[in-house]
């Protein structure tokens, strides 16, 4: 009935190619017009395909975009490194011990203990710590700095105080040290406490090697000073005689057999 | 449902023991430079008029065509750094830019931030006939007065000593108000998705595109299709603008 709109499409100068309209909904409408099925079929022929590639990214490790060299650029990173080599370089003993949250009050005291042996406790970020020591000679100390840390460093060497501050807080364990350029384990630290002091051992070293040449002046002498006792014991032996002598007649015999001797 | 690590746990404790999570170091940013932004004398919108000061005598057919298909004005950023993209063709009239100048002007801070009108004032006027009556009788008389957006172009533009952030939030309510999908972007978001829409085209893995057929009118097609289709290449239908498509 209404298959074709009011005498138009007899009239000249009708375009073939307009579709026969049954109700006349213009172009543009609020409502979403429905569209011919050969278009809703173009349209889905011609949608989007996203690339695929062979193995999906789920199965593969995520890309890491991390830009180091800003890092870098940045002067508080720069004033950390610088630090962190300064306390390698100017202290003869470093410690890298565990450190477990403990109560401020207990870590005060620790490190006021600590401070009075002249023993400095460090905070290091581990980012911060790597890219240094993996660039110094101290690359063996690298696995170490896992997880949190502290950092006890010393210009001098005062293990064995440490050790005993270190036993009275549960929270700090040792992990390992490194005292003049020698990495040592938690082991290797308690053995170098039992260590006798620099100068006793060096005392002892001496005397060790001073033992033979005075034991040389004494084997010298040893003939000598055995005369002169034996000498001695004669004399008083014949001083005891001679007394004996003079005190009664019955001592001659006692003379007599230290003369025979 | 397994939510996936963002990094890999052997990361520095392979044989050291596992990774215990901790905040690392603080980056300091430095805040933004606004050294080089001016604030105009009148930083928030100005009033439109419902009426043209002008009005006009003589009653336009509709012409839709001012609704439909891609904008060709207004469409890059001039002044500011944000602003409210259409998304879809409409009629803004008088309560829409009411609704738009007393939003941004509640929200913004007039100090620090300026706004600025991408589209004119309502100048074409919509006849209106009168509840209740039969069809004919001539057309009606002019009711009011509306401006026609196109998609893709920006309606209003935020700019001045602001972020994104700030002003994100009052823009999308203003945006969800319109009559047209629209979308806050600022002029980053904007290259963006300029640039979303420039690789899709080129890595699109479907050898048919619309382009292609329409323009050989393979199988016929242009007989279901209009001659604006080859202009708009399947993204317009109507009023509306189909993002989903290539």
């Known amino acids: 009935m209404a298959a074709l709109s009011g005498g138009g499409p007899w009239r000249r100068g009708w375009l073939p190619a307009l579709q026969l309209v049954r109700h006349g909904s213009k172009a543009v409408t609020r409502h979403w017009k429905a569209m011919h099925f050969q278009r809703q079929k173009l349209m889905a022929v011609t949608e989007y395909l996203a690339p695929k590639p062979l193995i999906p990214e789920q199965c593969l490790p995520p890309k890491k975009e991390v830009v180091k060299e800003a890092e870098e650029d940045n002067g508080y990173v720069r004033l950390l490194r610088r630090l962190v080599a300064e306390a390698f370089r100017d202290n003869r003993m470093i410690v890298v011990c565990q450190y477990n949250p403990m109560p401020n009050e207990d870590m005060l005291l620790m490190r006021h203990y600590l401070r009075k042996h002249n023993i400095e406790v460090k905070f290091f970020l581990n980012e911060i710590v790597r890219p240094v020591l993996s660039q110094s000679k101290y690359k063996n100390l690298l696995p170490l700095f896992v997880g949190r840390n502290i950092l006890l460093v010393s210009p001098e060497t005062k293990v064995k105080e440490m050790l005993r501050v270190l036993k009275g807080v549960p929270q700090i364990n040792l992990l390992g040290a490194c005292i003049d350029d020698t990495i040592l384990s938690k082991k290797g630290v308690e053995n170098f406490a039992k260590l006798p002091s620099l100068e006793a051992s060096q005392g002892q070293t001496v005397g060790a090697l001073a033992l033979l040449p005075s034991q040389t002046c004494s084997l010298l002498q040893r003939g000598s000073v055995h005369l002169t006792a034996l000498l001695d014991e004669y004399i008083k032996q014949l001083q005891a005689g001679a007394e004996a002598t003079a005190g009664s007649p019955t001592k001659p015999a006692l003379s007599q057999s230290s003369e025979a001797h | ?246």
């Not at chain 2, 439109?48 to 950023?77: C, Y």
């Not at chain 2, 991408?118 to 006939?129: E, F, G, H, Q, S």
Request: aromatic letters at 10%; one cysteine or more; charged letters at 25%.
């Open chain 2, 1 to 246: 449902m397994w939510q996936r690590l963002g990094r890999p746990l052997a990361a520095g404790g392979g044989p050291g023991g596992t990774l215990v999570p901790r905040a690392g170091l603080k980056k300091y940013v430095l805040p933004p430079d606004y050294s080089d932004v001016t604030l105009p004398e009148r930083p928030k919108l100005k009033f439109m008029d419902k009426v043209p000061a002008v009005p006009k005598v003589r009653r336009e057919p509709r012409r839709l065509r001012d609704i439909r298909g891609p904008s060709s004005e207004a469409t890059e950023f001039s002044q500011g750094q944000y602003g409210i993209l259409a998304l879809g063709g409409g009629y803004l009239h008088w309560g829409h830019f009411e609704m738009i100048r007393l939003t941004i002007g509640r929200c913004m801070d007039p100090k620090t931030m300026f706004a600025v009108w991408r589209v004119p004032a309502p100048y074409k006027p919509i006849t209106r006939k009168s509840l209740g009556h039969r069809m004919g009788g001539g057309k009606g008389p002019i009711d009011h007065y509306v401006t026609a957006v196109k998609s893709g172009r920006l309606v209003v533009e935020v700019g001045g000593r602001c972020e994104f952030g700030e002003v994100k939030h009052f823009l999308t309510q203003v945006a969800r108000k319109l009559p047209f999908p629209a979308v806050a972007v600022s002029r980053d978001t904007l290259q963006r998705m300029q640039k979303e829409e420039e690789e899709k085209q080129l890595n699109n893995q479907n050898p048919w595109t619309f382009e292609r057929i329409i323009t050989a009118n393979m199988l016929g097609m242009r007989k279901y299709l209009s001659p604006y289709d080859l202009r708009f290449k399947g993204r317009y239908w109507g009023k509306f603008f189909l993002k989903h498509r290539v």
